[in-house]
């Protein structure tokens, strides 16, 4: 379940349910409402919120990731890579802004990982399409792109991604900024970085960056 109720918060916080709307009201605990008026909260919101404010978490939701890109060896790669070194989480992947969408609808994730240069709907539009639908704004957004120039940080920064990566960083810096944005209270039991074996590891950082690479070089426009 992605969305909860406030009895069902108020069960899982062992609080009255007037706590809860107390919570929501003084902008606590970010929550959107329903067409009939009822207030719903994010399970990954809530996760948070329990970390913060130390009540126990409920850990029987496994992390969500989609992974979005349109260049398909880096996605593969990239999808990989996480679910490797983020056994517990459950990855997606989307090729393309629209489908993204789509994705998102229909899967709920935690983290977005969103390649900003793409065909038709790029990244940013999709960022701020996230960001400003009240049931998805909680998604946590990792924007990357093959550039890293100022310019396109302070634009993904300014249609709502939380953290901007280049993709020539590689495959652990990815895996790094979703830690980030995560407690490690909410991901679990997930292996870090370095229990994934070194030769593994070394070899899809260089399929990615050699990926990566390509999204700047020959046949592909970059705007």
Same mark, same amino acid.
């Given at each position: 379940?992605?969305?909860?109720?406030?009895?069902?918060?108020?069960?899982?916080?062992?609080?009255?349910?007037?706590?809860?709307?107390?919570?929501?009201?003084?902008?606590?605990?970010?929550?959107?409402?329903?067409?009939?008026?009822?207030?719903?909260?994010?399970?990954?919101?809530?996760?948070?919120?329990?970390?913060?404010?130390?009540?126990?978490?409920?850990?029987?939701?496994?992390?969500?990731?989609?992974?979005?890109?349109? %260049?398909?060896?880096?996605?593969? =790669?990239?999808? *990989?890579? &996480?679910?490797?070194?983020?056994?517990? #989480?459950? @990855?997606?992947? $989307?090729?393309?802004?629209?489908?993204?969408?789509?994705?998102?609808?229909?899967?709920?994730?935690?983290?977005?990982?969103?390649?900003?240069?793409?065909?038709?709907?790029?990244?940013?539009?999709?960022?701020?399409?996230?960001?400003?639908?009240?049931?998805?704004?909680?998604?946590?957004?990792?924007?990357?792109?093959?550039?890293?120039?100022?310019?396109?940080?302070?634009?993904?920064l300014a249609a709502g991604a939380d953290?901007?990566?280049?993709?020539?960083?590689?495959?652990?810096?990815?895996? %790094?900024?979703?830690?980030?944005? =995560?407690?490690? *209270?909410? &991901?679990?039991?997930?292996?870090?970085? #370095?229990? @994934?074996?070194? $030769?593994?590891?070394?070899?899809?950082?260089?399929?990615?960056?050699?990926?990566?690479?390509?999204?700047?070089?020959?046949?592909?426009?970059?705007?």
């Open positions: 379940m992605k969305f909860l109720t406030t009895g069902e918060v108020a069960r899982r916080c062992q609080v009255s349910l007037g706590t809860v709307k107390n919570w929501i009201e003084d902008g606590a605990l970010e929550a959107f409402r329903t067409p009939g008026g009822h207030f719903r909260i994010r399970t990954s919101t809530l996760k948070r919120f329990q970390v913060a404010f130390g009540f126990p978490a409920d850990s029987r939701e496994p992390l969500r990731i989609v992974v979005v890109d349109d %260049h398909q060896e880096f996605l593969d =790669v990239a999808l *990989e890579a &996480l679910r490797t070194q983020l056994p517990t #989480a459950r @990855v997606e992947g $989307a090729t393309g802004g629209y489908e993204a969408l789509l994705k998102i609808g229909s899967f709920h994730p935690d983290v977005l990982l969103l390649d900003l240069r793409m065909p038709e709907l790029d990244g940013f539009e999709v960022c701020r399409r996230v960001k400003e639908a009240p049931e998805t704004k909680g998604t946590r957004i990792v924007a990357m792109t093959a550039l890293d120039d100022d310019g396109s940080r302070a634009r993904a953290v901007f990566v280049s993709k020539l960083s590689g495959l652990q810096a990815l895996a %790094h900024a979703v830690k980030a944005l =995560v407690h490690d *209270e909410v &991901l679990g039991s997930e292996s870090s970085a #370095a229990s @994934v074996p070194r $030769a593994r590891t070394a070899t899809r950082t260089n399929r990615a960056s050699r990926a990566a690479r390509r999204d700047t070089g020959e046949g592909r426009e970059v705007t």
